[in-house]
């Protein structure tokens, strides 16, 4: 990868572009002993107006010569990028029209954001956090710019967090009579967003949202939520683990049917841990598996029917 960067007043080097020919794009910490710190506006943007011309040239893997096949990084070349640790500033509009990025890897240094960072990237699914310096994390004005669903996984010395953020959008409602237009917020994820405080995340508050997840989401968006939270159960309480079973409990059939179709093996597995299966949701999932040919998961639910629900052999007397 061929990348134009410069060198700031504190001697920290900026990225200013990237050529190459990996949609996948993973920064380096240091440029030729300078620590990167920040990425220059536009950077991933195929939008911007002119290209700088005050920029060296750094070619990751220096014995390499730039190839003619290498392009521009920018706009729809791009799928996921990681930024490196040591990383604090992302400037305007950094991916603007990058409708194709769909994971984004970062750490907590990385406290300053350009305005319009993420405008149009619409697929952009996984958030990616690395926490070094302790719980404060940029993540919710990332979340602000984006109205689809997206799940965060921070990782820390102590484990991992997954949580799901639902997709939420907006929509103005006359109401005609009274000659007054008012904004109705649809899906429970701009309610999510707000489960942030001085820049950590509230995970209590969090989970006393899952009543109003539960109206307003579908089975797929609310049994990634619900797994994530008891799988990785980062601050959890114990009040929160029961509401989250007992919703495992009572919607067995569906959420089995959805981990049949994603081949979940993970949360069928899971739902053994916690010894949550429901004798005719497994019956019918097992079923729901041989209709579908997905082998995998009915060997994994006859397993687990064979294991909790023994069939009693009858016994004759002479």
Same mark, same amino acid.
């Given at each position: 990868?061929?990348?134009?960067?410069?060198?700031?007043?504190?001697?920290?080097?900026?990225?200013?572009?990237?050529?190459?020919?990996?949609?996948?794009?993973?920064?380096?910490?240091?440029?030729?002993?300078?620590?990167?710190?920040?990425?220059?506006?536009?950077?991933?943007?195929?939008?911007?107006?002119?290209?700088?011309?005050?920029?060296?040239?750094?070619?990751?893997?220096?014995?390499?010569?730039?190839?003619?096949?290498?392009?521009?990084?920018?706009?729809?070349?791009?799928?996921?990028?990681?930024?490196? /640790?040591? %990383?604090?500033? *992302? =400037?305007?509009?950094? $991916?603007? !029209? +990058? @409708?194709? &990025?769909?994971? #984004?890897?970062?750490? /907590?240094? %990385?406290?300053? *954001? =350009?305005?319009?960072? $993420?405008? !149009? +990237? @619409?697929? &952009?699914?996984? #958030?990616?956090?690395?926490?070094?310096?302790?719980?404060?994390?940029?993540?919710?004005?990332?979340?602000?710019?984006?109205?689809?669903?997206?799940?965060?996984?921070?990782?820390?010395?102590?484990?991992?967090?997954?949580?799901?953020?639902?997709?939420?959008?907006?929509?103005?409602?006359?109401?005609?009579?009274?000659?007054?237009?008012?904004?109705?917020?649809?899906?429970?994820?701009?309610?999510?967003?707000?489960?942030?405080?001085?820049?950590?995340?509230?995970?209590?508050?969090?989970?006393?949202?899952?009543?109003?997840?539960?109206?307003?989401?579908?089975?797929?968006?609310?049994?990634?939520?619900?797994?994530?939270?008891?799988?990785?159960?980062?601050?959890?309480?114990?009040?929160?683990?029961?509401?989250?079973?007992?919703?495992?409990?009572?919607?067995?059939?569906?959420?089995?049917?959805?981990?049949?179709?994603?081949?979940?093996?993970?949360?069928?597995?899971?739902?053994?841990?916690?010894?949550?299966?429901?004798?005719?949701?497994?019956?019918?999932?097992?079923?729901?598996?041989?209709?579908?040919?997905?082998?995998?998961?009915?060997?994994?639910?006859?397993?687990?029917?064979?294991?909790?629900?023994?069939?009693?052999?009858?016994?004759?007397?002479?």
């Amino acid at each position: 990868m061929k990348i134009h960067y410069r060198i700031k007043k504190d001697f920290s080097a900026e990225i200013v572009r990237c050529f190459g020919t990996d949609p996948e794009i993973i920064l380096p910490d240091q440029i030729l002993g300078r620590t990167v710190t920040s990425v220059a506006a536009y950077a991933f943007s195929e939008k911007k107006g002119t290209e700088d011309r005050d920029v060296l040239i750094f070619e990751a893997g220096a014995e390499r010569m730039f190839r003619e096949e290498e392009r521009l990084l920018a706009g729809g070349e791009i799928g996921k990028v990681v930024l490196p /640790d040591t %990383l604090e500033q *992302i =400037g305007r509009y950094v $991916f603007y !029209g +990058c @409708r194709n &990025l769909r994971e #984004l890897a970062f750490s /907590d240094r %990385l406290g300053d *954001i =350009g305005s319009g960072a $993420f405008t !149009g +990237c @619409r697929s &952009l699914k996984r #958030l990616d956090v690395h926490l070094t310096q302790g719980k404060k994390t940029c993540v919710k004005e990332i979340l602000g710019d984006l109205w689809q669903r997206i799940d965060v996984v921070f990782f820390s010395e102590s484990g991992e967090a997954r949580l799901v953020f639902p997709e939420h959008y907006e929509e103005a409602v006359e109401n005609t009579p009274a000659r007054i237009l008012f904004t109705q917020h649809h899906g429970s994820g701009n309610n999510y967003r707000q489960c942030f405080y001085d820049r950590e995340t509230d995970y209590r508050k969090y989970d006393s949202l899952f009543p109003f997840a539960k109206a307003q989401e579908k089975t797929p968006v609310l049994t990634d939520l619900v797994f994530g939270r008891l799988m990785y159960p980062v601050d959890l309480t114990g009040e929160a683990e029961a509401a989250y079973e007992a919703w495992i409990r009572e919607q067995q059939e569906e959420i089995l049917k959805y981990l049949t179709d994603t081949e979940d093996l993970e949360k069928l597995r899971a739902i053994s841990g916690k010894n949550l299966w429901e004798r005719e949701a497994l019956d019918a999932a097992a079923e729901y598996a041989s209709e579908t040919g997905k082998g995998g998961v009915l060997s994994c639910l006859m397993n687990e029917r064979h294991r909790y629900f023994p069939e009693k052999r009858k016994k004759y007397e002479l």
